[in-house]
């Protein structure tokens, strides 16, 4: 009689951990091709992640030094699904001498469903993102040099994410 119960209960364990267990970031990996990005920035062309090559020559000397990333995983909406922050570039618009042909974006993979939830251009190449938590507030801190106060924090607030400039 002991066995049949002994199984049961490591039958509903199993049962409470499988239900319990949250998503890990592998299980929703976004894969952002060129075809991806063809779809979730229409407004710009011939769009990919940013890379350190990209950089000023003065900041890629820096970037390892600083452990500098150009994409980053959070939860700042609290949702408990991690949201893609990534950094990216229009070949187009810096072969055309725009403005604007860098960019920061977030999207969110729910359900098999990839949402885009912000999206900013931007003047000059962010160097490094990376993730601060004071107050209870949680923010993406964006860096435009190493080592310098050029920078911005997105952060999320009344149903939307904000982006704050230094």
Not at 107 to 119: A, G, I, K, P, T
Not at 133 to 147: L, P
Request: with cysteine.
């Amino acid at each position: 009689m002991r066995v049949p119960i002994v199984f049961l209960w490591l039958g509903v364990a199993f049962s409470l951990y499988l239900s319990c267990k949250k998503p890990t970031p592998n299980e929703n990996y976004v894969d952002m091709t060129a075809e991806f990005f063809q779809t979730y920035i229409p407004e710009m062309s011939e769009v990919r992640l940013l890379e350190k090559a990209d950089l000023p020559e003065r900041q890629q000397r820096f970037f390892e030094e600083a452990d500098g990333q150009l994409q980053l995983l959070a939860d700042l909406n609290g949702n408990n699904i991690p949201e893609y922050f990534v950094t990216g570039i229009s070949e187009a618009s810096l072969r055309n001498h725009e403005k604007t042909p860098f960019f920061i974006a977030i999207f969110e993979r729910s359900n098999n469903q990839v949402s885009r939830l912000y999206f900013q251009q931007v003047f000059i190449p962010p160097v490094n993102l990376s993730y601060e938590e004071n107050d209870n507030t949680k923010r993406v801190i964006i860096s435009f040099a190493f080592y310098s106060g050029f920078g911005a924090s997105l952060f999320y607030q009344d149903s939307t994410y904000q982006l704050e400039q230094w």
